[in-house]
């Protein structure tokens, strides 16, 4: 091609063009670098918060770490199992003791690391195991008083109240192994954020400069959770586990953040819906519940269900993305009788076929897994989503309205008889006969003692709350730091919130500057 400037025509080649192209890549890649300045100064803030907490905690869990280790035995320095007979004075019987230190050190000395010491809590006494010990007081009476039917004639080695009692006189770790492990997972924990911001400087990522640090400090908020819970000599590191999933987390951040989704995977929006029906029957065929409970929430090692609700999110924002003008604008045929379809408005009965789908599944998952919660936040995410691609509610509270009456159905019938015990406790917190109706209770005991300002970080109880960790990590939250800390909490997730839909209202316009940067 020629070009004529200032009269005289200049001849650019390919290579020329793909030369300026690349400068003015680079160009820009230079720019939104640069624009990372802010993400940089927020994170360093965010990990300022977060070692600020975990010194705090620290400080807070080893104030009286040097008395309990001189006064308590380490379960993985056991020499023999006459140590443990000075420790086991809840137990009346001598014999019963020294059966009771035999068992515990033949689990040592098979090569058993002990993590915590509740591990011994599974230990179990068969008549098998009584055969070569003579003398014994308790275990032959605890033994006979199993039925017969009983399909696992056994009892535990220690029962609960000689477990409690026993638990202060032994430890699985030492101090320096504490402060060794914890500086170790919060290195770990810190430089994953750090990296993917690198990554994104470099390559130029023009993604949102707070979802970074907001993430970084919410995770640093369950670090120090995860620390504040658990005895630093006696129980798991939850920790360790915790940090190895903020680092999963943030290398599929990094990860996810590459591919231009709308170009590569907009018609490969049923993909996500295959593998979360694939979970779904996984978790009702194969699953099983906490405890008791019949809910279906674990599936072997791990709870698929925040899998699930990503996967549907994927499957839906495909979906709508690419249905949302038929959805809105595409309106039914009116038959013989149209007055119905033009006062409310209905879109073409085929586009209606998602909905009760939705509605259905929702439903269907209720029963099926026995659980509440998964089953009212996936259809409302459904029905949320429906009615922003409508721009319509009517729809979608009628099939809330259809959920809701679901449930009622359940709470009504008793089945599945967890929802109806979950609705009792939440009737009655302090007065109700369900089995770990307790929690409800604890919790807002929890929430009460910490008041204001909290009991300060490590400093409160919270880890005698059933499920501490998971289901009233809030709670927990609350009687640490405070109203005003679960404030600060809920403020964060207020800023994600508002950024994420900031996002979305931008797609159009930030895809077109998209495929304009793909031109150039």
Not at 283 to 308: C, H, K, M, T, Y
Not at 424 to 429: G, T
Request: hydrophobic share 50%.
């Amino acid at each position: 091609p020629a070009r004529e400037h200032h009269g005289f025509a200049m001849k650019v080649s390919r290579a020329d063009l793909a030369t300026r192209a690349q400068e003015r890549a680079a160009t820009q890649r230079r720019s939104r670098a640069a624009s990372r300045g802010v993400e940089l100064l927020c994170l360093i803030v965010a990990s300022v918060v977060v070692a600020t907490g975990l010194y705090l905690v620290y400080a807070a869990k080893t104030r009286d770490l040097v008395q309990e280790q001189a006064t308590s035995l380490n379960l993985n320095e056991l020499a023999g199992p006459q140590q443990l007979i000075p420790v086991l004075g809840m137990i009346a019987a001598p014999s019963d003791q020294e059966f009771i230190a035999n068992q515990i050190y033949d689990l040592k000395r098979r090569g058993e690391k002990f993590d915590n010491v509740g591990a011994i809590a599974r230990l179990r006494v068969t008549p098998a195991d009584l055969l070569n010990t003579h003398g014994l007081v308790s275990f032959p009476k605890r033994l006979a008083a199993l039925s017969v039917a009983t399909h696992r004639r056994s009892v535990p080695l220690l029962s609960a109240q000689e477990l409690a009692d026993l638990k202060p006189h032994l430890r699985v770790r030492d101090i320096p192994a504490f402060r060794r492990s914890l500086l170790l997972w919060a290195v770990l924990f810190f430089a994953p954020f750090y990296l993917v911001h690198l990554v994104w400087r470099f390559r130029g990522f023009a993604g949102d400069n707070l979802i970074l640090p907001i993430t970084h400090a919410l995770c640093g908020i369950g670090l120090v959770l995860m620390i504040s819970l658990r005895d630093p000599l006696r129980d798991t590191l939850m920790f360790a586990g915790f940090t190895q999933g903020v680092v999963a987390g943030c290398i599929a951040l990094l990860l996810f953040s590459f591919p231009n989704y709308q170009r590569q995977f907009g018609r490969l929006s049923y993909l996500p819906l295959v593998a979360a029906l694939v979970l779904a029957v996984a978790l009702g065929v194969f699953g099983s519940g906490p405890g008791v409970s019949d809910a279906r929430v674990n599936l072997f090692f791990f709870q698929p269900v925040e899998i699930i609700r990503l996967l549907l999110v994927f499957f839906l924002a495909g979906y709508f993305a690419q249905n949302w003008d038929a959805l809105r604008y595409l309106k039914q045929q009116p038959g013989p009788r149209p007055s119905a379809s033009r006062r409310f408005n209905l879109p073409r009965f085929d586009y209606l076929v998602p909905v009760a789908a939705g509605v259905a599944a929702s439903i269907a998952l209720f029963f099926w897994l026995s659980d509440l919660g998964p089953a009212l936040v996936i259809g409302c995410l459904f029905l949320s989503l429906y009615s922003l691609a409508r721009n319509r509610v009517l729809l979608a509270a009628a099939g809330l309205a259809v959920i809701i009456l679901a449930f009622a159905a359940g709470y009504i019938t008793g089945y599945p008889h967890t929802v109806r015990e979950r609705v009792e406790m939440w009737k009655s917190p302090w007065n109700n006969h369900v089995h770990g109706g307790d929690q409800l209770a604890d919790s807002l005991w929890s929430l009460s003692t910490g008041g204001a300002t909290g009991t300060g970080l490590g400093l409160g109880d919270p880890q005698t709350m059933p499920a501490a960790h998971t289901d009233l990590i809030v709670s927990a939250f609350g009687e640490e730091a405070g109203a005003l800390g679960i404030l600060a909490l809920y403020s964060l997730y207020a800023v994600l919130i508002y950024r994420s839909i900031r996002i979305a209202l931008q797609d159009r316009k930030s895809t077109r500057l998209n495929s304009s940067h793909i031109t150039i």
